[in-house]
Every structure is written in structure tokens, then in C-alpha cells.
């Protein structure tokens, strides 16, 4: 009995040295479990604003996400990085063209206009707005963009590239913004929309945009006179003429408004143009007043 009791306090002792072995410096407790910092969860991937992008996407992936010196040429500004909140951000990831892109393409609208300094409608330039992948809206990310492009016409929306930044484009005499321009028709149907100084003869003018509300796609195409009548009513303004019964007889109407897409998203922008059909315009008819812009 003896000496198996000698045996375990001699095993006893050996342990205790092992133990004494692993004590750390500095009175650390050796736990090599318990001092190391909690892992945070994943962050998804969220792109950045004010940046510039060499190609169209509506769809941002980290794997794939290029930016480029908006000095060099590119396709694509970003101008902001907003969030889907309550309902927007509870359900499913919304496709292109759907209601679900209201609330993003309205702040995207609005922060457009504090970049430019005015209504990007007005010019030639369209607004995208890109989101993040099907699985990584899944995993939570739930991020919009809004990317702002400069497009080659009125009738061409299709962006081209650009040097330098959009920002405060619309300030000043900005070539960038819709003046005159010279219809080109087939027929009677108007085929394109030729840019033209305002000093050369011209038959056409851009005076403004009004926003539809309430009213689906199918019901604005059914609604031609209504809008005729919205934008004859900025024509007068515009021309400083009276809005009555004399104005059909001093300029017609031309109007572009947004894709279908574009209108489902919210988009309701629809931009009028002053259509002088019997007599070619060598000015400028804002202002221009009856004397101007007779009845004729």
C-alpha cells in the first residue's frame, strides 16, 4: 500500500510541475481560449458615392466592382449611396421597372438634383439606379445607388462616355442643358430632334417639366390631351404669353416622357417642348411675349 501511495503523490507532483510549466508572463492565466477578441458578424458589401464607374450596371457586385478617376473616361457617376427601409427593405429584392425602386429612384431623384444644381430632366443626362445582387440581399444587404450618365441626345438615351464630374453641371450656361432644336419629320410623325443654336432657324424650344401623379402607364397613353394641355400651359409661362383660347393659334406641343420602366419605378418627369409649326424661330422664346410669339 505503501508504495502505491508514493507512486500517486510522486504522479500528483509531476502534474504539478507540468501545470507550473504553462504559467504565462506577467501573471497571465495561460487560458489560450479566453482572451482572444469576438469575431463581429460579416458586414455585407456596401459600394461608395462619388466615384466614377466605366461601364452601366444594375447590379453591384464586390467581385466585380470597378471605379475609375472621373479625370479619365467613364460611363457613370455615382452621386449616392442610399438605404431601403420598412416595407421596401422587408421583402423581396425589387426587379427593374417594378413599384418596389419608388422610394430609392425619389432620393435618388432628389439628391441628383443637388449634385447637378437642377432637374436632370432638363439636360442630357439619366439616372440609374443599381442594387445589390439576388444573394446578397438575401444576406441582408439592402443598399441602392444612384448613378447619374450623360446620353448623347434627346431622342438617343443611351450614355456616352465623359470626362470630368457631373457635379454642379447645370449651373451656369451648361451645354449639357436642352435649348432649340430643329424637328426632323417623316410624314407628319417626328422622327428626331436635331440641337441647334437658338439663333439659327429652329422650330422647337424646351421650356420645361411637370410630374404626372397618380396615374398608371396605361392611363398616360391614354391621356395625350391632358398632357398636350399641361405643357401648353408651361409654354405660356415660358414665352410670357396668356394661356387662352389665342395660344394653339402662337405654338404647339412636343412631349417626351419617361420610359415604361422608368415610369413604374416613379419616374413621372415628362419634359415639353414650345412646336412652332408654320413659321421657323431665329430666338430664344423665352420672354418673347405676344409681339414675339403671335397669334397667327
Not at 425619389?106 to 439619366?126: F, K, M, P, S, Y
Not at 443611351?158 to 424637328?183: E, K, Q, W, Y
Not at 394653339?248 to 406641343?253: D, E, K, L, V
Amino acid at each position: 500500500m505503501m508504495r502505491r501511495w508514493l507512486a500517486a503523490l510522486a504522479l500528483a507532483g509531476s502534474v504539478t510541475t507540468l501545470l507550473a510549466g504553462c504559467t504565462g508572463p506577467g501573471g497571465s492565466d495561460a487560458d489560450l481560449t479566453d482572451d482572444w477578441p469576438t469575431l463581429g458578424a460579416p458586414r455585407p458589401f456596401v459600394p461608395a458615392a462619388d466615384i466614377c464607374l466605366p461601364r452601366i450596371t444594375a447590379t453591384v457586385q464586390a467581385g466585380t466592382h470597378e471605379v475609375v478617376d472621373c479625370s479619365r473616361n467613364h460611363l457613370a457617376e455615382a452621386v449616392h449611396v442610399g438605404t431601403f427601409t420598412g416595407a421596401a427593405a422587408a421583402g423581396d429584392r425589387p426587379a427593374p421597372g417594378s413599384p418596389g425602386l419608388r422610394p430609392a429612384r425619389a432620393e435618388c431623384d432628389q439628391r441628383a438634383r443637388e449634385v447637378l444644381g437642377g432637374d436632370w430632366h432638363a439636360a442630357r443626362i439619366t439616372l440609374n439606379v443599381a442594387l445589390p445582387s439576388a444573394p446578397a440581399w438575401r444576406g441582408g444587404a439592402r443598399w441602392f445607388r444612384c448613378d447619374l450618365s450623360e446620353t448623347d441626345s434627346i431622342d438617343n438615351t443611351r450614355p456616352v462616355n465623359r470626362t470630368g464630374s457631373l457635379r454642379g453641371a447645370m449651373i451656369g450656361d451648361s451645354p449639357l442643358i436642352h435649348r432649340c432644336f430643329d424637328p426632323k419629320l417623316i410624314g407628319q410623325n417626328l422622327n428626331y430632334m436635331a440641337p441647334v443654336l437658338c439663333t439659327e432657324p429652329h422650330r422647337a424650344e424646351f421650356v420645361g417639366v411637370y410630374a404626372e401623379r397618380d396615374m398608371t402607364w396605361a392611363e398616360f397613353q391614354r391621356s395625350h390631351r391632358r398632357t398636350h394641355t399641361r405643357c401648353m400651359a408651361l409654354i405660356a409661362a415660358f414665352a410670357d404669353v396668356p394661356n387662352n383660347s389665342d395660344l394653339p393659334y402662337r405654338a404647339g406641343s412636343i412631349f417626351y416622357p419617361p420610359s415604361e420602366r422608368e415610369w413604374n419605378e416613379g419616374d413621372r418627369g415628362v419634359r415639353c417642348f414650345l412646336w412652332s409649326d408654320d413659321r421657323k424661330l431665329t430666338r430664344s422664346m423665352r420672354g418673347a411675349g405676344p409681339k414675339g410669339l403671335p397669334a397667327i
